[in-house]
């Protein structure tokens, strides 16, 4: 049994998707999220239990509108997304449509996917629905479901993602754009490394991603390409920081459990217990994190209670010259006992205190 | 964020409390705002669900779909949400006067103010304008005549409210935040309830522990436009799925709406407890102004603005965007001390005493031939000076007086001053504290663009004025 298996205790692994990979690369000083992930613990549970409930789940309505525009864009064998690629300049004309989301089993879906991207690779465009990638995160195999893959006559393959949020007049919301590119990028990746195996150039597949919305306030889809060589990099990173987590995973106590002891479904863990087991593992929160870990509102309350300064938002820790602690933020704003590393800050902030007092006079 | 805000930031959360960021209230507050608190249906782009609006806090208007999919009921939906909102603008933009300035203009004797809870309300309001402006009141999928009027109203609106300083439409959250600074970070803050908490805790309570509790979604559901997705499941599906039920769905959303109602009006009642700034009045005029244009250009039967901006309309639009926002930070800190003092912090100001006059300095200026007065003033100051010589500096205790930066040495500043030496100015005096900033109310002036007639080939030619389409009258809401 590996280390990471010993932290998650009795559960079953939870497996990830492309949106949990991308939250990964959004903060990844973080060890608690690295190690979490990594061992594949299932952290609304965990903070449900603690008492700090994750708070994004999404609306059934939105997940209708999601599957229901789903399907108007690959009706027909996808006539849309072929229309979509000729007038965004890339034609794949009479592209054969795969849908491989027939064969029982993910491993066998996704040895289908390779099959067909494969032969797709050598000979003609292809459309390839409901494929099924695998990804090597931390040490487990991954599997991911992109929407569809494009590919076309110029041989390079697109990685194509159907969201719902519209596009109005030809503009969509920044952060929901951003948010589909990071997802998007780990599709882009887990394409790569599948052609590295099966002997193809990586290249292969564009880092131009097809993002296909509704147009204004219809059910009619309109696309846009998406470069996303950022995201892809920074995933890179985290990912290759994740396959390092050792490193990590030494500094930990040995015996750390993060086991909810199910009974059932009914965690028999004391909270307290496992509060403390959690809180073993250093934990990176600022703000950001709260629209992006389930984990946010647990770490929130545990840097609120030791005094982080970051907690406020990184533009506050950053302005106060890179103090970490609010007690000592407190302490030279009150003019207190400087350190001697911190005098350029508190001479600063005498002089801040010093205007505030002369503008309220 | 700026050093001061960080500063506030740290001390509210010292002091269990929001501290004030502002000794007077910046945004002009009308004695009869309409508070609109919009809902969307979750996953549609512009398909409203519920709102909660007014003008009258003890009786808000509600108005719910029954089913959001459903087209028919949107547009009936739209009717009703004009009915109310275009008869509230209309009664303002009906009053005009004629300015008594040198070259007059007309403008509203007062003007609408639309408040909604947060930037994500604004941009829902900006969608419903858009969506209704284009309709037509015949033909297929006719709408009644005040749905375009709704749309054109409100697209307007958007449209100023981009304009720093104007205050027709506002954003609860972003004007608590330019007035109190709270112990959240910059997205917390966003939480209307969690906001509030820290500027005005209940009794017994301290911000933080109020702002708790705020942030429970059952206690205080999302001030909108997105609903939360709990109650969406648990509440809202059931309800809609089962068309008999609308006595309850109404219920149901007005128990989302109306703590947020409350909130909104708690929100105006502590802004109205702050003193108005000087220049808000002239802010609010040039709203004023701006309605009767548009007033004038509904009367006159011209068509909606077009889904695009020309090129020239667009850069004229962003320079002027600029203009409003450098001026409106400037008139900030004439007004307020606490607003100045953010600007000394970053080092755009900085205060002292008036340490020697050469009152009767004359030189001859650069490439001129006669002697002219430039009298010197120096200035003793502990503030850490960082603007380079050269730079023009004002004064908010002399704003007509233009100055400019010689030199400074240790912390002796010396200023030149070029104009507004009129008869009855007076100098800064040796002993008087003074205190100089680069900021400037005038704003900075923008190089002059060319007519729309004469846009450059670079820029796509004279662009083609937007005339009205059937297709953008019938553009189909699914």
Not at chain 1, 7 to 29: D, E, K, M
Not at chain 2, 30 to 48: C, D, H, K, N, W
Not at chain 2, 346 to 373: C, L, N, S, T
Request: glycine share 6%; with cysteine.
């Amino acid at each position: 049994m590996s280390r990471l298996d010993a932290i998650r205790g009795s559960s079953l692994p939870v497996s990830h998707n492309a949106r949990a990979i991308a939250a990964l690369a959004a903060n990844p000083a973080c060890d608690r999220r690295a190690v979490l992930d990594g061992a594949g613990i299932d952290k609304s549970g965990i903070v449900a239990h603690l008492g700090f409930p994750a708070r994004f789940g999404q609306s059934p309505f939105a997940i209708t509108r999601t599957r229901e525009f789903k399907a108007i864009v690959k009706a027909d064998d996808g006539a849309h997304v072929l229309r979509l690629l000729r007038e965004l300049g890339l034609p794949a004309e009479e592209a054969k449509y795969h849908d491989v989301g027939a064969a029982s089993g993910q491993e066998a879906r996704h040895r289908r996917t390779m099959d067909v991207l494969g032969a797709a690779a050598r000979e003609a465009t292809a459309l390839v629905d409901r494929p099924l990638l695998k990804l090597g995160v931390a040490g487990h195999e991954v599997y991911l479901e992109p929407d569809v893959i494009a590919f076309q006559a110029d041989r390079r393959f697109h990685v194509v993602a159907i969201k719902s949020f519209p596009i109005i007049d030809g503009q969509a919301d920044a952060g929901k754009v951003s948010a589909a590119a990071r997802e998007a990028a780990v599709y882009v990746h887990a394409m790569r490394d599948l052609f590295g195996r099966l002997g193809l150039d990586p290249e292969g597949v564009s880092h131009d991603v097809v993002l296909i919305c509704p147009k204004d306030f219809m059910n009619f889809p309109t696309a846009c390409l998406v470069d996303v060589r950022l995201q892809l990099e920074a995933l890179k990173r985290q990912l290759a920081r994740l396959a390092r987590i050792d490193t990590i995973l030494d500094r930990l106590p040995p015996d750390l459990s993060l086991d909810l002891r199910l009974d059932g479904e009914t965690p028999t863990r004391p909270a307290a217990e496992l509060g403390a087991a959690l809180s073993a593992i250093p934990a990176r929160y600022a703000p950001e994190c709260l629209a992006a870990c389930e984990m946010a509102y647990f770490c929130r309350d545990e840097a609120r209670a030791c005094g982080s300064l970051e907690a406020l938002g990184r533009s506050v820790r950053d302005d106060l010259g890179g103090i970490q602690s609010l007690d000592l933020a407190i302490e030279l704003m009150a003019g207190g006992h400087v350190p001697a590393d911190h005098a350029a800050i508190a001479e600063r902030l005498g002089f801040v205190r010093r205007i505030l007092d002369e503008a309220v006079a | 964020m700026s050093l001061l805000r960080s500063f506030l930031t740290v001390r509210a959360v010292r002091d269990g409390r929001a501290q004030p960021a502002a000794t007077v209230r910046h945004a002009h507050l009308s004695a009869e705002p309409l508070v609109f608190i919009p809902l969307r249906m979750a996953g549609e782009a512009a398909a409203p669900l519920a709102a909660m609006l007014g003008t009258d806090r003890a009786a808000p208007r509600l108005l719910v779909i029954a089913n959001p999919r459903n087209r028919d009921q949107r547009f009936a939906f739209m009717a009703e949400l004009a009915e109310l909102v275009v008869p509230y603008i209309q009664k303002y933009a009906a009053q005009v006067e004629i300015s008594d300035t040198k070259s007059a203009y007309e403008r509203c004797l007062d003007a609408p103010q639309i408040l909604v809870p947060n930037p994500g309300g604004i941009a829902f309001t900006r969608l419903i304008g858009r969506s209704t402006r284009f309709r037509a009141t015949e033909g297929p999928h006719a709408v009644p005549p005040p749905v375009p009027l709704l749309g054109r109203w409100l697209t307007f609106l958007h449209e100023r409210a981009e304009f720093a300083g104007s205050a027709m439409l506002l954003a609860m959250t972003d004007v608590l935040a330019e007035h109190w600074v709270t112990g959240l970070s910059a997205a917390e803050n966003g939480n209307l309830a969690a906001q509030l908490a820290w500027i005005d805790p209940p009794e017994g309570m301290t911000g933080p522990q109020a702002a708790l509790l705020a942030e429970d979604p059952l206690r205080s559901p999302p001030a909108g436009p997105d609903t939360d997705p709990d109650f969406d499941r648990h509440v809202l599906q059931p309800l809609i799925d089962r068309s008999a039920a609308q006595a309850r769905l109404h219920e149901a959303l007005r128990g989302q709406l109306e703590p947020t109602w409350n909130l909104m009006w708690r929100a105006v009642d502590l802004l109205r407890g702050v003193p108005a700034a000087e220049s808000a009045a002239g802010r609010w005029e040039r709203d004023r102004a701006a309605l009767a244009r548009q007033s004038a250009s509904i009367a006159e039967g011209g068509p909606p603005p077009g889904r695009w901006d020309s090129a020239v309309a667009a850069a004229r639009r962003l320079s002027a965007l600029e203009g409003a926002r450098q001026s409106y930070e400037a008139s900030k800190a004439f007004d307020d001390p606490l607003v100045m003092a953010d600007h000394r912090a970053e080092g755009a100001a900085f205060a002292g005493k008036v340490i020697a006059v050469d009152a009767d300095r004359k030189i001859i200026p650069p490439g001129k031939k006669r002697m002219v007065a430039r009298p010197l003033v120096n200035i003793q100051t502990s503030d850490p000076v960082r603007l380079p010589p050269g730079r023009k500096l004002l004064s908010a205790a002399r704003p007509k007086q233009g100055t400019v930066l010689m030199s400074v040495d240790a912390d002796i500043v010396t200023l030149q001053i070029n104009s507004g030496m009129t008869k009855d100015a007076t100098l800064p005096a040796p002993g008087e504290i003074v205190c100089y900033t680069e900021l400037d109310p005038a704003g900075a002036r923008r190089p002059a663009l060319p007519d729309v007639a004469e846009t450059p080939w670079t820029h796509g030619g004279p662009p083609p004025a937007y005339v009205p389409t059937d297709e953008d009258a019938q553009e189909a809401w699914s």
